[in-house]
Structure formats: C-alpha cells, structure tokens
C-alpha cells in the first residue's frame, strides 16, 4: 500500500478507535476492495490491527494502541494548519492532505484546525507588482531531490551560451519569488536560478548527498557570499531623523547606523560600485548628503548635471534691440 494511506489509516484508527473498510474508502477517497486490501496489508505487515465483525463491527487497533503520527496537542494542530493552509489554495496535493488530517485529529481539535487553515492568505506580489507564478520545474526538481535521482540540466549562465550538465539534485530555494536549485557538481555544490534553466531530465540514476549536508545552513551561505559580493563599495552619508526608517527599509541589510546626531544619523550604505550607490540615492536630492568616497560625489554631480541639462526650461528670450 502507498505510504501516504498507510499514515492516513493509521491516523484514522487511532482518532475514532474503529472503523470499517466503507469508511475508510470513503475518507481516502478508493473503493471499498482498495481499503479492506489496506487494512489486511497491515495487519499482515505487524501493525496490530484486528477486524471485528458483525454489526457495529469494523477495523481497530488492539487495545487502543496508539502511534505518534499524530501526537498533536491543539497548539500545534493550529500551528501546523496556520503553515499548511496558506498553501493549499495552490497545492491540490495540500488541500488534499488537509482535508485527510483534519478528519484524522481528535474532535475537539478539528473546529481550531479547520479555522487555522483559513486564517491566513499569503500574497507573495509586492505592490504595483503582479503575482510571481510558481516555475512549471519546481515540482520536476523536487521529484528528483526527495527520490534522490540525479538530473540532467541545461543551464545558460548570463551572458553565456546554454550548456549540459549532470548534477545530485540537494534542494530547491524560494527566495522572495525567485527560485533555485542547490546541487552537487564535479566541482562541488552549485546554484543554478531556475528562471536561467532551459531543460530538466530525470536520468534514473541514484544521486548523492554529503551525509551532513543541511539546506537551510547551504543556503546561509550563499546568501552570505552573495551579500558580500553586493557589498564591495561603502558610502557614508547624512540622513534626516525622519526618513531614517525609510531608507533602511529600502536598502535593508545594506544600510547601518553608525552615529545618531541631533537631527539626522550618520549611516554606512553598501553596494557592488560607486555608481550603484549615486543612483540609489540620486532620488532623495539634497535631502542626503553623502560624505565619503569622492566617487560617489562625482557621480551624483554628473547625475545631477545631466538632468539639469536634460529638463532645465530654456531661458526666455529677452526684448528686441529697437
């Protein structure tokens, strides 16, 4: 039987103490013939389960053997559905796995769960913006790291032509709706942008992993080499006390204070070149004032010049000479 029935039965039993084979088709949504097939399935596998039969009869679990599949207390049961719910508006393998769960969780739970799974919408569009769509490889990749099935990729890099390449697929990465792919390569781990991959093939052969690989701990990492790559070049800078929130919202982890003064701070901006920096601060006018480096000076001076000499009205024409 499938692993994800052998849970869900389980799960089942273990919350009405009985049940019959009908029911149990019913909730898993087989025919009647698939469940009972189930349920001898895991008796004989050693599972201590017995059919009663007669009226009132069905299938239990001897002596109220309990697992710890779902060993949830009501605080959990809500934490686990306030995660999942969200979700399930895009996942039809979620809602699915909802629906089976809760009907799996004790009565008094269910009311709570149900409300949690509804108690939250993720919009992932920032505003102005229109909704990131998941990309169609995601669910191909993710078959390939949880059955661990190396892939053969086509990947162009920026500013290069397309190439093939066989990798050990390690994880997959959902950064603000950009997405991508952890692996290891002939050269180590790598990290591919989804949107950059033009081809995915599952080979069929088993792939490896390092046994104390961790994705989250991977991908600290690359967010740390990332950042300091974008971090090359620092300004200082004056900001008012009033847009001080402002502006470290907009640049984030590339902004530190390094003094509070009366009625502004002094602030540290980061970013790859001199440049970046000047076009990221051109808009606030003179309400900045950059200190240090003279790079970033002498391009905020060409910018300021070039739009001055873009949009500066022409001076009037003054009276004929009589």
Request: proline share 6%.
């Amino acid at each position: 039987m499938r692993a994800d029935r052998l849970v869900a039965t389980l799960l089942l039993m273990q919350a009405r103490g009985r049940i019959t084979a009908s029911e149990l088709a019913k909730e898993l949504e087989v025919s009647p013939a698939t469940a009972r097939r189930d349920l001898e399935a895991l008796s004989t596998a050693g599972v201590p389960v017995y059919p009663q039969p007669g009226r009132g009869g069905g299938w239990s679990l001897i002596g109220g053997a309990r697992t710890d599949l779902s060993g949830l207390t009501s605080a959990e049961a809500q934490a686990l559905f306030l995660i999942a719910g969200p979700a399930a508006s895009v996942a039809p393998q979620v809602k699915s796995a909802l629906r089976k769960l809760v009907r799996a969780l004790p009565q008094t739970f269910r009311a709570e769960a149900e409300a949690a799974a509804d108690a939250v919408v993720i919009d992932t569009a920032a505003w102005g913006d229109d909704t990131k769509d998941r990309p169609i490889l995601v669910e191909l990749l993710q078959k390939a790291v949880v059955q661990q099935i190396k892939v053969r990729l086509t990947y162009q890099k920026r500013g290069e032509a397309a190439k093939g390449r066989t990798v050990d697929p390690w994880g997959l990465v959902d950064k603000d709706g950009i997405w991508y792919f952890i692996a290891g390569t002939a050269d180590g781990q790598r990290t591919f942008r989804l949107d950059r991959i033009h081809g995915v093939t599952l080979t069929g052969k088993p792939s490896a992993k390092p046994p104390d690989f961790v994705l989250a701990k991977a991908w600290d990492s690359v967010v740390t080499e990332v950042e300091q790559l974008r971090s090359e070049t620092a300004a200082i800078m004056l900001v008012p006390n009033r847009f001080l929130k402002v502006f470290q919202h907009i640049h984030g982890r590339h902004c530190t204070v390094l003094d509070q003064l009366d009625d502004e701070a002094r602030v540290e901006l980061t970013a790859p070149t001199p440049l970046d920096i000047a076009r990221n601060v051109a808009g606030w006018g003179s309400l900045l004032t950059v200190e240090s480096p003279p790079q970033v000076q002498d391009h905020l001076a060409r910018i300021g010049a070039e739009l001055v000499s873009r949009y500066q009205p022409a001076s009037p024409a003054g009276p004929a000479e009589t």
